[in-house]
């Protein structure tokens, strides 16, 4: 654990060690509902208004389960719904193909506050670098993002920057490890508070991050090795060599050599998605 130290150094507050008791589902896929009602008890919502993409259903409580279904039903918070199939202006579900080339024209246009109060993402792709995009300008309370469980913590692997790619439904390989999410949630100043475990109690793998000055000083924050229980293999082996295309995040981030970035972590990405060998440690 790592103390947030800005002032009265050494005192502790629990609410984030509280987060692992906290799954319930009301109507997300899985205990998200929990974790988010905990979050928004602890901390200052600026605004209480949430965006979530990507959207699978045309309805408020439907597909696998939305993260801020609950939030607007209940909490009466205010909303944009993102997704690439549907579209239902009555709950302010609009069809976009987000990329990284039109996703902050996309919230403009659809008046999203700066200071909005949560971000939900999940598109089984290009989450990492559309995250880092929406960050640049749009500062949430709080946020949560998809990880890729079949990654241990130490490595920092992604799927390109490809507008193009679409998840084998099933497939190991989708989005980022928790490792890269963690990266970019320290370029933006936000916190890891918490990563979900893919099982019959909590059914997810989200990652929560909450904005560094929106936590109080002294508050215990966990460190990335602390979710190590996070890390469990899911779906399918990958068949059809989809796991050449995964880059290493930091490699990338430091040259700027994206075949360099896919070579250097192909064995291992051979590994992890089509093998489905993991060390935790």
């Known amino acids: 654990m790592k103390n947030n130290s800005n002032s009265d150094a050494g005192r502790t507050l629990s609410w984030v060690h509280e987060l692992a008791q906290k799954h319930k589902k009301i109507y997300s896929q ?11 008890s602890n901390i200052d919502i600026e605004n209480n208004f949430c965006v979530e993409f990507g959207y699978d259903h045309d309805t408020l ?6 993260n801020c279904a609950n939030l607007v039903i209940n909490k009466k918070w205010d909303n944009l719904f993102l997704g690439g199939t549907f579209e239902n202006k009555e709950i302010n579900l609009h069809k976009h193909f987000l990329t990284t080339d039109n996703i902050l024209d996309i919230f403009k246009a659809h008046n999203v506050p700066v200071n909005l109060g949560y971000l939900s993402i999940d ?15 749009y500062k949430p309370s709080f946020f949560s993002v ?3 469980p079949n990654v241990p913590l130490q490595y920092a692997i992604t799927i390109p920057n490809d507008p193009e790619f679409r998840w084998d439904d099933g497939s190991k390989v989708f989005g980022c490890s928790l490792k890269c999410l963690d ?7 936000y916190s890891l508070v918490y990563a979900g475990q893919w099982n019959t109690e ?3 793998h989200d990652a929560f991050f909450v904005r560094n000055d929106l936590i109080k000083p002294g508050l215990e924050i966990p460190l990335l090795e602390d979710f190590a229980h996070a890390i469990v293999g899911i ?3 990958d068949t059809v060599n989809k796991y050449k295309i995964c880059l290493d995040y930091e490699h990338y981030l430091k040259y700027n050599d994206l075949e360099e970035a896919q070579n250097i972590v192909r064995d291992i990405s051979k590994k992890l998605f089509c093998e489905g060998t993991i060390n935790k440690k």
Do not use: R
């Open 61 to 66: 409580t439907g597909g696998t389960g939305p």
């Open 30 to 40: 899985g205990g998200q509902d929990g974790i988010i009602e905990h979050i928004i």
């Open 123 to 137: 598109v089984d792709s290009t989450e990492l670098w559309l995250t880092d995009k929406v960050l640049e300008v």
């Open 146 to 148: 998809e990880f890729n």
């Open 202 to 204: 909590a059914f997810t």
């Open 183 to 189: 990266i970019i949630s320290k370029k933006y100043n």
């Open 235 to 237: 779906h399918d082996a």
